[in-house]
Nanobody, 128 residues
Framework: EVQLQAFGGGLVQAGGSLRLSCAVSGGTLDDYAIGWFRQAPGKEREGVSCITSSEGLTYYEDSVKGRFAMSSDNAKNTVYLQMNSLKPEDTAVYYC?????????????????????WGQGTGVTVSS
């Protein structure tokens, strides 16, 4: 069974950086698209970014473009989300999700309904 473990969240001041990690077990990155979603207090969960290692494709939601970057390390079966220039509105619980690979699944962002396996969330708090 595929399991995802997300970690790396914390408290940071506005303008600071954090790197989230999503460690995948029970499967290999080439078989899945890995996405990050976030849910802020009182708001619906939203997609943030997505990566397919096999295609080398990444997607970023408009509000994080230029500030966030996903990467993958197939040897470690781990995906990273480097978050720079953090803003208070980035405060949320961040979840990583694995979706069975299909071509271009990340092209316009990963739809929540395609998520097969979800990790536990990791909290990010950005203070102003």
């Amino acid at each position: 069974e595929v399991q995802l473990q997300a970690f790396g969240g914390g408290l940071v001041q506005a303008g600071g950086s954090l790197r989230l990690s999503c460690a995948v077990s029970g499967g290999t990155l080439d078989d899945y698209a890995i996405g990050w979603f976030r849910q802020a207090p009182g708001k619906e969960r939203e997609g943030v970014s997505c990566i397919t290692s096999s295609e080398g494709l990444t997607y970023y939601e408009d509000s994080v473009k230029g500030r966030f970057a996903m990467s993958s390390d197939n040897a470690k079966n781990t995906v990273y989300l480097q978050m720079n220039s953090l803003k208070p509105e980035d405060t949320a619980v961040y979840y990583c999700v694995a979706a069975t690979f299909r071509p271009f699944i990340c092209l316009y962002g990963l739809e929540e309904r395609y998520g097969d396996y979800w990790g536990q969330g990791t909290g990010v708090t950005v203070s102003s």
